[in-house]
């Protein structure tokens, strides 16, 4: 006999599934995808989140954690599990992402909330928050920075990346979805205004850069594959013409361009960071009692 626990199981996992074949659409059709999807997502970009979350496990072993803007909650759930914190609360503005994380990383050490970034509701401290690509996305800088400051404990540890531009400040940079983005060295003066910082992290991607060679490599690539051609057919009717090139080659894992997270010593020319070398910066930052 069939329970309704069974039917809502069933419920749930109808809708992961259509949210998983969403966000490869995307991938295959638009060329583009601002949320990750464990799985449903370019190696290359799944390669970018989960270093970063490698990271925070260094940090997180018995801690109380908030993740801001958790997205499907793959990370929370490395860093409930993995990460062996205390307890996790994830949260993000989605009904969506959050439903999808509750249902496929369900935890009894994690809490799925939808919330707000720059508006944050709780009414507890945590030992450690993190939010990775968050900030560049929102209007109000300061405020989020505060709130971060408001949910932290007195000596709480704040772990926060964002893309490294190459000018001090761009607004309505390139990606659509940001609103924001700042040079290597004004980010750091921003953040220090909120926090100590003790550590400085680049995660520069390692093919510096994609260079016309690279492409053209690309677009001669003879790949005719059936993903490729079934790539193509979909892009053909639904934007009205098929790309040289599919994002998804079946070679892509040997021609990817990875990056890799180093604590920074000066090894980068501040100067060339944004521009010769692109990729994020990572800060882990300290709430002191000032």
Same mark, same amino acid.
């Given at each position: 006999?069939?329970?309704?626990?069974?039917?809502?199981? =069933?419920?749930?996992?109808? +809708?992961?599934?259509? +949210?998983?074949?969403?966000? =490869?659409?995307?991938?295959?059709?638009?060329?583009?995808?601002?949320?990750?999807?464990?799985?449903?997502?370019?190696?290359?970009?799944?390669?970018?989140?989960?270093?970063?979350?490698?990271?925070?496990?260094? @940090?997180?072993? /018995?801690?109380?954690?908030?993740?801001?803007?958790?997205?499907?909650?793959?990370?929370?759930?490395?860093?409930?599990?993995?990460?062996?914190?205390?307890?996790? +609360?994830?949260?993000?503005?989605?009904?969506?992402?959050?439903?999808?994380?509750?249902?496929?990383?369900? /935890?009894?050490?994690?809490?799925?909330?939808?919330?707000?970034?720059?508006?944050?509701?709780?009414?507890?401290?945590?030992? =450690?928050?993190?939010?990775?690509? %968050?900030?560049?996305?929102? %209007?109000?800088?300061?405020?989020?920075?505060?709130?971060?400051?408001?949910?932290?404990?007195?000596?709480?540890?704040?772990?926060?990346?964002?893309?490294?531009? #190459?000018?001090?400040?761009?607004?309505?940079?390139?990606?659509?979805?940001?609103?924001?983005?700042?040079? +290597?060295?004004?980010?750091?003066?921003?953040?220090?205004?909120?926090?100590?910082?003790?550590?400085?992290?680049?995660?520069? @991607?390692?093919?510096?850069?994609?260079? #016309?060679?690279?492409?053209?490599?690309?677009?001669?690539?003879? #790949?005719?594959?059936?993903?490729?051609?079934?790539?193509?057919? =979909?892009?053909?009717?639904?934007?009205?013409?098929?790309?040289?090139?599919?994002?998804?080659?079946?070679?892509?894992?040997?021609?990817?361009?990875?990056?890799?997270?180093?604590?920074?010593?000066?090894?980068?020319?501040?100067?060339?960071?944004?521009?010769? @070398? %692109?990729?994020?910066?990572?800060?882990?930052?300290?709430?002191?009692?000032?």
């Amino acid at each position: 006999m069939i329970t309704i626990e069974d039917m809502n199981k =069933l419920s749930e996992e109808n +809708f992961c599934l259509k +949210f998983e074949l969403n966000a =490869l659409a995307d991938l295959f059709i638009r060329n583009e995808s601002e949320r990750m999807v464990s799985g449903f997502s370019l190696e290359v970009v799944e390669h970018d989140h989960l270093e970063r979350y490698k990271l925070v496990l260094e @940090y997180s072993n /018995n801690k109380s954690v908030l993740e801001v803007a958790c997205g499907t909650g793959y990370g929370s759930y490395l860093i409930a599990t993995k990460g062996s914190a205390q307890h996790v +609360f994830a949260c993000d503005i989605s009904e969506q992402a959050i439903r999808y994380a509750s249902h496929r990383f369900k /935890n009894e050490k994690i809490n799925f909330l939808v919330q707000n970034a720059e508006k944050l509701i709780f009414d507890r401290e945590f030992d =450690l928050v993190i939010s990775f690509e %968050t900030i560049e996305h929102l %209007t109000d800088y300061d405020g989020f920075l505060q709130n971060i400051r408001r949910c932290l404990k007195i000596n709480g540890l704040f772990i926060i990346s964002t893309p490294i531009a #190459d000018k001090d400040i761009i607004d309505n940079p390139s990606n659509p979805y940001h609103t924001r983005e700042w040079g +290597f060295k004004y980010f750091q003066e921003m953040i220090s205004k909120f926090f100590l910082i003790e550590k400085i992290y680049t995660q520069i @991607y390692q093919n510096e850069l994609i260079n #016309d060679e690279i492409l053209k490599s690309f677009k001669e690539s003879n #790949d005719r594959s059936v993903k490729t051609r079934i790539v193509r057919k =979909l892009r053909k009717l639904i934007n009205g013409k098929a790309y040289e090139f599919p994002v998804l080659l079946t070679d892509w894992k040997a021609r990817q361009n990875y990056s890799k997270i180093e604590e920074f010593h000066n090894q980068f020319a501040v100067s060339d960071l944004g521009k010769k @070398y %692109t990729g994020y910066q990572i800060l882990v930052c300290r709430k002191n009692e000032k």
